[in-house]
């Protein structure tokens, strides 16, 4: 273990108060912040605390830490990629680092991905899904396919073509009113990942794409799993459906995968599950195993062909594009995922989910429990108290940080058993907690 960990010299009071004066955190006030916790050191499952606890990681950081933190062999990666060379531009320049990473990630997703572009986060990744979609269209001379078509409850980012298909009312589209562009919108899909599949889910999609399709350039989806917009897993059916109406009313489909990907919900990407190609992807979140932020949009031979048709070029390049750390980080990442047993882990993680989380359904503040692969959510029936929850999760030893009614855990495939358990007993200790009439 290196002992040269880099530390401050201030006191955490002064480093706290700086942050709370000074510093904006995801979707905080700048004058009235949520509490912060300050992080010293993270390692396999935990977060270490400045006041030396060390908390059980419930979130994988947004998902992304899937083999824990502080990992030896992507450290090394990040090591020997920093010494050889950090950063070059990518116009006119390219390295190994990128494509072997760009090999790989054609060779794992869907057969019929052939083409690689680079993004530096998720949100970037979904802008330029949706110009390829658009430009796609242009090149082919139809002017008039340029809008998204997106389901409610979605959520695809924070930049603005992103919010645009974001959940209408859950999402930004008040605040930022006339500058989001106006998209399609279709149900969000009802029906159950664990019930039967009933085709009327269908009707509304269906309708809209038959009404709309005309102007309509892509569908716009997360396989299976919506994430930040309510955690709500759908049926594979739905999706398979709407790949048919895809193909029937010529709309590209994009896949968003960037919460999804990479083994999360038991397969290797949420698609498998409907056994469907989408035309586009976009990944991210995972890719480098939570060490830093990096992206990609992978396009089918037709969509990247049908752009660059008649000399047509792409019209998107990130300064940061391809950054071979990023690159090399993320090849390893991908190495110790698909050298490892992960499908055999997430199925476990899944069952001891299930579990745990099964018994708090009777509870009276819990309206639902759902658990899909490596994923599990208490939705509760009122909003849930962040500061509150934060600070008893924190007592209770786990990381653990709800949004709206959802308590949800996404931890790194590597939690064991009991770290597992604990986390589990925290979220129900907090459901019974609400559950009580004086709380
Ligand atoms: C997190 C997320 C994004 C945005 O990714 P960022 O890296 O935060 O920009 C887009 N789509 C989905 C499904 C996500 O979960």
Not at 128 to 150: P, Y
Not at 157 to 180: E, I, Q, R, Y
Not at 306 to 334: E, K, R, Y
Request: aromatic share 8%; proline share 5%.
């Amino acid at each position: 273990m290196p002992t040269d960990k880099p530390h401050s010299n201030q006191s955490i009071d002064a480093l706290l108060t700086f942050d709370r004066e000074h510093i904006w955190h995801p979707y905080t006030s700048a004058t009235n912040p949520l509490p912060t916790q300050l992080v010293t050191a993270a390692n396999g499952v935990h977060l270490e605390l400045a006041n030396g606890d060390k908390i059980i990681d419930g979130m994988a950081s947004w998902w992304s830490a899937i083999h824990g933190y502080n990992h030896p062999a992507l450290n090394q990666a990040a090591k020997a990629q920093i010494d050889t060379m950090s950063h070059v531009m990518f116009g006119g320049l390219t390295h190994s680092p990128a494509i072997e990473l760009c090999q790989t990630l054609l060779d794992i997703t869907p057969a019929n991905l052939e083409h690689v572009f680079l993004a530096d986060s998720g949100s970037i990744s979904v802008e330029v899904a949706i110009k390829m979609a658009v430009q796609f269209w242009q090149a082919k001379g139809d002017n008039s396919k340029s809008k998204m078509l997106s389901l409610r409850g979605g959520y695809h980012g924070d930049t603005f073509a992103a919010m645009s298909v974001c959940d209408p009312d859950t999402g930004m589209h008040h605040l930022f009113n006339k500058a989001v562009i106006k998209q399609a919108f279709t149900q969000r899909p009802n029906c159950r990942f664990d019930q039967d599949f009933n085709p009327e889910c269908l009707q509304d999609l269906e309708a809209t794409i038959k009404e709309n399709h005309a102007e309509l350039a892509a569908l716009i989806l997360e396989p299976i799993v919506q994430g930040a917009g309510g955690m709500w897993f759908y049926h594979p059916e739905f999706l398979k459906k709407a790949r048919e109406l895809c193909d029937q009313y010529q709309l590209l489909l994009i896949s968003d995968e960037i919460a999804t990907g990479f083994g999360r919900t038991g397969k290797l990407f949420a698609c498998e599950w409907a056994n469907i190609q989408p035309d586009i992807m976009c990944i991210g979140k995972a890719l480098t195993g939570g060490y830093m932020s990096l992206a990609a949009t992978l396009a089918s031979r037709e969509v990247a062909h049908g752009i660059s048709q008649n000399g047509g070029v792409f019209m998107h390049g990130p300064t940061f594009m391809g950054n071979p750390l990023a690159c090399a980080v993320a090849v390893q990442s991908l190495r110790t995922l698909l050298e490892s047993d992960w499908q055999k882990r997430i199925h476990t993680i899944e069952r001891q989910l299930k579990q745990h989380l099964n018994i708090a359904r009777t509870l009276e503040s819990v309206a639902d429990v759902r658990v899909l692969g490596a994923i599990g959510v208490l939705e509760m029936n009122e909003l849930v108290n962040v500061a509150h929850a934060q600070a008893f999760f924190v007592k209770q030893g786990v990381w653990v940080r709800p949004f709206g009614k959802l308590i949800y855990i996404m931890p790194p495939y590597i939690i064991n058993d009991v770290e597992l358990e604990a986390v589990c007993r925290a979220m129900t200790n907090y459901a019974e907690l609400l559950s009580t009439p004086e709380s």
